[in-house]
């Protein structure tokens, strides 16, 4: 099985910067898409990111692609979300998810991932 812990969220201004990780437990460490998604209350969950355990492409949604960056650690089996210029609607519950494919197109569908972190809170205030 996959397991997932993430951790870095936290309450911040508008301006300022967050640093979410995830560690995956897995083992092989490979053939996985890991995606980083966003629930406000009231709306579904939301892709933000998603990266590719191998080849390390990269995904982003529109509304973050210019100040979000994913990376990965692989001797540490963790990806990195950074998190720059935040603001008030990227106040969100965010998950880190793991799916055994490859991210592709659709790398935004929440329906396609198998596994799922506890959850880490970001909240930006003005």
């Known amino acids: 099985p996959v397991r997932l812990a993430e951790s870095g969220g936290g309450s911040v201004q508008t301006g300022g910067s967050l640093e979410l990780s995830c560690v995956v437990e897995?083992?092989?460490?490979?053939?996985?898409?890991i995606g980083w998604f966003r629930q406000a209350p009231g709306d579904e969950p939301a892709g933000v990111a998603g990266?590719?355990?191998?080849?390390?492409?990269?995904h982003y949604t529109d509304a973050v692609k210019d100040r979000f960056a994913i990376s990965q650690d692989n001797a540490k089996k963790t990806v990195i979300l950074q998190m720059n210029n935040l603001k008030p609607e990227d106040t969100a519950m965010y998950y880190c998810a793991a799916g055994r494919m490859v991210c592709g197109d659709r790398w935004w569908r929440s329906a396609r991932y198998n596994y799922w972190g506890q959850g880490t809170q970001v909240t930006v205030s003005s």
């Open positions: 990266i590719y355990i191998g080849f390390g492409k990269t």
């Open positions: 897995d083992d092989t460490y490979k053939n996985l898409c």
